[in-house]
């Protein structure tokens, strides 16, 4: 079995900042990319950032300049630095990543149980 498992979620005050990590754990042969999503009350899932295993990085263009993604491959931990955060930011954080459990898998993709962030105005 493979699980994501998200930490450093919490409430910050506007202008604030916090840093997210997801672990990758199990049985993992390769990570092809890994990413963070949010969604907010009543809206959709949407992406914030993603990075992949040859280190290409995209953004929305919402977070561009105030959030940054990381990985560490070794630990299959993928990191996001969120910096002069804003109300609009609140949401419930995601972890994703497309791997494969053993060389001749399929790519699939999973998902993290979720991380509340919560910024206030």
């Known amino acids: 079995q493979v699980q994501l498992v998200e930490s450093g979620g919490g409430l910050v005050q506007s202008g604030g900042s916090l840093r997210l990590a997801c672990a990758a754990s199990?049985?993992?042969?390769?990570?092809?990319?890994m990413a963070w999503y949010r969604q907010a009350p009543g809206k959709q899932r949407d992406l914030v950032a993603q990075i992949t295993s040859d280190n290409f990085i995209n953004y929305a263009d919402s977070v561009k300049g105030r959030f940054t993604i990381s990985r560490d491959t070794a630990q299959n931990t993928v990191y996001l630095q969120m910096n002069n955060l804003k109300p609009e930011d609140t949401a419930v954080y995601y972890c994703?990543?497309?791997?494969?459990?053993?060389?001749?898998?399929?790519?699939?993709?999973?998902w993290g149980q979720g991380t509340q962030v919560t910024v206030s105005s």
């Open positions: 199990g049985s993992i042969f390769s990570i092809n990319l």
């Open positions: 994703n990543a497309n791997l494969k459990k053993t060389p001749r898998d399929w790519t699939r993709s999973y």
